[in-house]
């Protein structure tokens, strides 16, 4: 997948500079800032992000702007079964395994364990993040200027090319108690004390790519003859499995099942450069 992924951020790259080596007015640059959550609850409770991109669009006329865009989106998402979902062997048949009498299925519930003698007791608390690297190409159509403001939507379709990654972080204690039966607490009280350590695993991140549709929208504002300044909404629809892209990139079932989300929104402004 990385032979895949550098071919198309160097297609993308081509396209741009092909853009820029254009000095024509038909010709437009965005760069754009952006921030996000899921549109509907499918399988994780929340899904906040960020991300940054960049688009070079090509005006059809008077009313529309083909556009290609590259786009890195990086998102946290909360999940309460997202330990029984991931299938990680290491923590499932040898780490849990090892611990005297963890139980499998009331650790992922609980996120915590405690040993039989109460010596050793932890605190899991998993983190799930998902990056995406998104290609995409779109049509929009915008209105006439009223003033120095103008309206326009627009279609876009792509690919995302996602990493959905686990990070592990246990909050361990160990307890060291006297036996109260016994005067040397009394005189060093401080023999009793818990000794507390963090320990980090990383589960092997899930990859694979996703087709999706994006409609959006959105207001300019002239600022000059060469510069505007833009505000948006989008919304991702990622689509479900189709046999003709899933041969053409190599995708296997994988890449559809390992995806966390369904669909998601953004709000957006950019500054764009025409010329």
Known sequence: MKHLVSQMLLSSILLVNTGLAQVNSDYSMRFFGLVMDQLSEYRVSQAPGFGIGG????????S???????????????????????????????????LPGGDYEIINQTLSYASGDSIYSAEFLPTQTLNEIRLSLGLDYHTNWKG??????????????????LKMQEHWTKRFDLDPDTTATDTFPGLNYDYKYVLTHFAPAKTGIRPFISPRLGLRWELSDKYDLELGWTALIYLKRLDTLEDFFNMSKKDFTAFPLESKQQLWIAFRFKY
């Open 55 to 62: 688009e070079l669009g090509r005006d059809l006329g008077r």
């Open 64 to 98: 529309f702007t083909l556009n290609v865009q590259i786009a890195y989106d990086a998102q946290t998402l909360t999940q309460d079964s997202v330990l029984s979902e991931w299938d990680w062997a290491y923590w499932e048949n040898t780490y849990i395994e090892w």
């Open 148 to 165: 120095n403001i103008q309206q326009f939507a627009g279609l876009r379709t792509g690919l995302s090319i996602y990493d959905r990654g």
